[in-house]
């Protein structure tokens, strides 16, 4: 059988959208592997502590300062797949290699210097490479104006995991006596949060809870922001569970998503897969992930943001049809589909 190597090394922040998309890639595969045993044998790419987690029909690697910077030690394999783009592993040259590119947000992030050189090491990839994917048609646009593809490159969406409510597990800092707005990210400036807090003024009926990773300056400046504003009805909770996460959004009124820069935005179809209504901004890749089922800031005007809410908010009241309708449209953004496509790239590239 084909070796094939996986790197899951982003399972070392489960808080993240790379962490969980590692997490439910690794998980579908080791399934599909348990159903079509003799198809490809493969290896996971892990951090120590998963060694073992996907099961004993799996082999496991792990990484050392020697494999990151001479790849010939990374040989033995037939075809050796990233699923993330900013991977500083690499395999030797006689391996077969695909790369997944989620976004090229360091573009508008970074100073240009600094995101011309992430570019030039992107593109030696990308030169290695016998196929490159991307999570959406808004990554690929991206991708094909910003760097020289010498393949074709195919979109392959992410797939969705069902999140499954316990009663019980709901963030000890909510409370139901109000229905509320929930946002689930690592807060960073490009998630655009900051436009939510003033919003919340004319939104007194209800809660804004924000969960993920508050570090670094931007949660800083957030957290201040909505102390400064003295407002009760906004909670900044931190870090939550899957088992949180699962509850806030079956609880939740809707999701609040203003980002501005999203190669695919998990929490979106994630939301949708409850039945909930999503708030989003028109950039990236937002648009082409939600659809029709995305309601739209058109502006950042704490008014008119409200005033959206509150007008869908009472349509959705009237239209319960909405809910299965979108819980419908979210099914397509499915595992098994992703990684289906992944088995017959991968038969394509190792023919």
């Not at 070796?3 to 982003?10: E, N, P, Q, R, S």
């Not at 990151?68 to 075809?79: C, I, P, V």
């Not at 910003?146 to 709901?170: A, E, K, M, R």
């Amino acid at each position: 059988m084909k070796k094939v190597l996986i790197d899951l090394l982003k399972l070392d922040n489960l808080f993240v959208g790379l962490g969980q998309v590692s997490l439910n890639y690794g998980k579908t595969i080791a399934e599909w592997a348990l159903n079509n045993p003799n198809t490809f044998q493969f290896y996971f790419l892990v951090p120590q502590k998963f060694i073992g987690f996907f099961g004993n029909h799996i082999n496991y690697k792990t990484t050392s300062d020697f494999s990151r910077y001479f790849s010939f030690s990374n040989s033995g394999f037939d075809l050796w797949h990233v699923i993330h783009q900013d991977s500083a592993y690499l395999p030797d040259h006689k391996t077969k290699y695909i790369v997944t590119i989620h976004d090229l947000n360091f573009m508008h992030e970074k100073a240009a210097a600094k995101a011309n050189r992430r570019l030039n090491r992107l593109q030696k990839k990308v030169n290695r490479a016998a196929a490159v994917t991307c999570i959406s048609n808004f990554a690929k646009a991206e991708v094909e104006a910003h760097l020289q593809l010498p393949q074709t490159c195919s979109v392959i969406y992410n797939g969705v995991q069902q999140l499954t409510y316990v009663d019980g597990t709901l963030p000890e800092l909510i409370q139901l006596n109000k229905p509320f707005l929930f946002c689930i990210c690592n807060i960073s400036a490009k998630k655009n949060l900051h436009v939510l807090v003033p919003m919340m003024k004319y939104l007194p009926e209800m809660q804004l809870i924000l969960a993920g990773n508050a570090e670094g300056e931007y949660a800083e400046n957030l957290k201040a922001e909505i102390n400064r504003s003295q407002l009760n009805n906004i909670k900044l909770i931190g870090k939550i569970s899957d088992s949180e996460k699962a509850a806030c959004m079956h609880q939740c009124a809707a999701l609040a998503f203003p980002s501005l820069h999203e190669g695919f935005g998990l929490p979106v179809i994630e939301a949708m897969s409850c039945g909930k209504p999503v708030f989003l901004s028109s950039s990236s890749s937002l648009p082409e992930i939600a659809g029709a089922f995305g309601y739209y800031w058109n502006s950042f005007e704490p008014n008119e943001m409200a005033t959206l809410i509150n007008a869908q908010m009472e349509k959705e009241r009237t239209n319960v049809e909405l809910t299965f309708a979108r819980q419908q449209y979210a099914k397509q953004f499915d595992w098994n589909h992703n990684v289906e496509s992944y088995m017959r790239l991968y038969k394509q590239v190792l023919h």
